[in-house]
């Protein structure tokens, strides 16, 4: 970038900028990697259509990001993009429209001669002749007639605390002193081959010191790196306050460089028995213009509002007027404070509430759903089977952790790292649309496997699993009392999680449909309010996910054969008796039971609990105990 004018380098999904390399993480270009910037240098001026409309989204986005002391937003933005940046090379200002990146590690090596040396030293030169081809962008050595390629550097420092920054190649060179013969000198890295780092030496060119890279890594290099200076280089900033964390040695593009914190729902149409003061909250963008009863009767009348009809108008006025003045109460600029205790909420139980109602809603643009049959065969399992023919679903992305990534089981794990510098309304999201099955499990049937759960030792052996696994990794920061039990999920939803990922695979191998090309949502709710939920879904940025293939397998008969083949391919297990007899026993504190990736693991991108809580005991017999088993005795293979 020189002032304003921007280069391209290369292009990227929005949903790669949203899970997989969003801001402050790397992204590996062909010739180098560059380094996605913060929210501040992102520009939507002159762009129309990028914001992402969903209400409850937002409204969790705000109680989440309360939690971390940020302002409220009031926009989900997806990725600026301009039709004919990728067609229209001569497009200028199609040119100038995209993600803003800057190259990092910004140490390169030149791959014929081995100089190491940063970018501002200006040994390299950058080169990208063609705007047709902007992932042909790349840094070259004048080294030699034909000017070989110089490449990024792998290494970096990052710490616990999110921060990442350059390795100090010359103070580490010189052991921490300065060289004697060149206040800036050059550097070689030679790299001996394979794939150990340990093989890297690096040498000063000025005074020839070496030494090699294996003197920074483990417990013992530690010792040998300085302490972490706070730099978060997405923001261009450095923590006022300095950082306290011991600096680590990674190697550029490691998987543990970069977790997001996201957020996500489906664009549903409001459930007649969703909580007024809810609704105007979520809503809160489209309904704060109404003011008086003639505006309210204006805006019912219209297709998009249609929602309040079912609502006594006087008690939609006095729910908006009750948000206004909570919103007018406000002092420190944020969210209003109820309920942000609780982060971003519950965002299944509306969900639940719509895919469930009976009659079943309307169909709306984002959202259609219709009952089919279920089978007789499947009457014992089986309450509800509904075609979700059209969803709809919004993420955003609030912000990131380094080498720990955020979970649902030790939310206290990992220090999230904001998006900007400086507050800003929005916060960047994406959606995508899909379609779906949805499952209800019989209540009276769970309710009579939770009870024989209660004195099962199988179901013992998860509980106690999952304490040790809270336990060992409690986070040093936490203050107050620790619940090893915090955030359990429950009997029925290791059971729904287990269902869930038998028909994902199966449905796979019978209709074409890749695993990681489907995601399920979960409704297990709570001991107050217990569902028995399952959706799964088709929802991914091509046209995989629209062509009506999943849709099509609740209908009979493919939805029994599938279920019957699901079940029947649980009772066995490649790696069985190993897999079967698996228990997470003391010291384990793995979240499995007799689960494997031969019979119940799926990939990261389907499973919303990192293939933890599952266990083909629960659903099918598999040795002389059936007493734990959920499914009816007429299906069990």
């Known amino acids: 970038m020189s002032g304003n004018h921007y280069r ?8 790669h900028l949203m899970y997989t390399a969003g801001v402050g ?21 002159g762009l129309a259509g990028y914001t992402v409309e969903e209400p409850r989204l937002r409204t969790a986005v705000n109680r989440a990001l309360q ?14 993009w301009m039709e004919g940046a990728d067609t229209s090379p001569k497009d200028w200002a199609a040119q100038q429209v995209g993600v803003p990146v800057t190259p990092f590690p910004q140490w390169l090596r030149c791959t014929a001669c081995n100089v190491l040396a940063p970018i501002d030293a200006q040994t390299f030169i950058f080169v990208n002749n063609n705007p047709r081809t902007p992932h042909e962008a790349k840094f070259v050595h004048d080294c030699k007639r034909s000017k070989p390629l110089a490449v990024a550097a792998r290494f970096t420092l990052v710490c616990a605390s999110g921060h990442l920054d350059e390795f100090p190649y010359t103070p580490f060179v010189h052991h921490g002193g300065a060289c004697a013969k060149s206040p800036r000198p050059l550097l070689r890295m030679k790299d001996h081959g394979g794939n150990q780092a340990a093989n890297v030496t690096l040498e000063c060119v000025a005074c020839g010191e070496p030494r090699n890279i294996r003197d920074a890594m483990g417990e013992r290099g530690r010792r040998n790196l300085p302490r972490c200076r706070g730099r978060h280089p997405h923001l261009g900033s450095y923590e006022s306050d300095g950082c306290e964390e011991q600096a680590i040695l990674m190697v550029a593009g490691a998987s543990n460089q970069w977790f997001p914190i996201t957020l996500s729902t489906l664009a549903l149409p409001p459930s007649k028995d969703e909580n007024l003061p809810d609704l105007v909250e979520s809503r809160w963008v489209e309904l704060q213009t109404i003011t008086s009863r003639p505006i309210l009767d204006a805006f019912t009348g219209l297709p998009a509002y249609a929602y309040l009809k079912t609502y006594d108008a006087d008690a939609v006025l006095a729910a908006i007027r009750a948000h206004r003045d909570r919103l007018a109460g406000r002092t420190d600029g944020t969210e209003d404070s109820q309920g942000a205790s609780q982060g971003p909420g519950d965002l299944l139980s509306p969900e639940w509430a719509v895919l469930s109602a009976t009659p079943v809603p309307d169909p709306s643009d984002d959202f259609a759903l219709e009952e089919v049959t279920v089978p007789t065969a499947l009457g014992g399992l089986f309450s509800d089977v509904r075609q979700v023919q059209r969803l709809r679903e919004a993420r955003a992305l609030i912000g990131f952790t380094r080498l720990d990534a955020p979970d649902h089981e030790t939310p206290d794990i990992g220090r999230p790292v904001r998006l900007w510098r400086t507050s800003q309304n929005w916060v960047p999201a994406s959606e995508v649309r899909g379609e779906g099955v949805f499952l209800r499990v019989d209540e009276e049937l769970m309710a009579e496997w939770e009870g024989r759960m209660r004195g099962s030792s199988s179901m013992q052996a998860h509980r106690e699993a999952f304490a040790r696994f809270r336990t060992n990794r409690k986070s040093d920061r936490l203050s107050g009392a620790f619940d090893p039990m915090q955030g359990w999920p429950g009997e029925r939803f290791i059971a729904l999680h287990t269902l869930s990922h038998l028909l994902i695979r199966t449905i796979s191998l019978e209709c074409g449909y890749s695993s990681a090309s489907l995601g399920e949502r979960i409704y297990a709710g709570d001991e107050l309010n217990p569902h028995t939920g399952i959706l799964i879904y088709t929802a991914v940025p091509d046209s995989e996910g629209t062509l009506g293939g999943l849709v099509s397998l609740a209908e009979d008969p493919h939805f029994e054969r599938i279920v019957r083949r699901a079940l ?17 026993r003391d010291p384990a504190d793995t979240l499995h039971g007799a689960a494997c990736h031969a019979c119940l693991f799926v990939s990261e991108t389907t499973c919303e609990r990192g293939n933890r809580f599952l266990d083909r005991r629960f659903l099918v017999p598999l040795g002389d105990e059936t007493g734990e088993v959920l499914t009816p005795v007429a299906l069990r293979p």
């Open 8 to 15: 391209r380098v290369g292009a990227a999904r929005p949903s």
């Open 568 to 584: 029947r391919d649980a009772a066995r297990c490649s790696s069985d008796p190993l897999c079967s007899e698996r228990l997470p």
């Open 67 to 80: 939690l971390y002391g940020s302002a409220r937003i009031d926009e989900l933005r997806s990725a600026p």
């Open 25 to 45: 993480s790397l992204i590996d270009l062909p010739n180098f990697s560059v380094l996605v910037k913060g929210l501040e240098s992102w520009s939507h001026q």
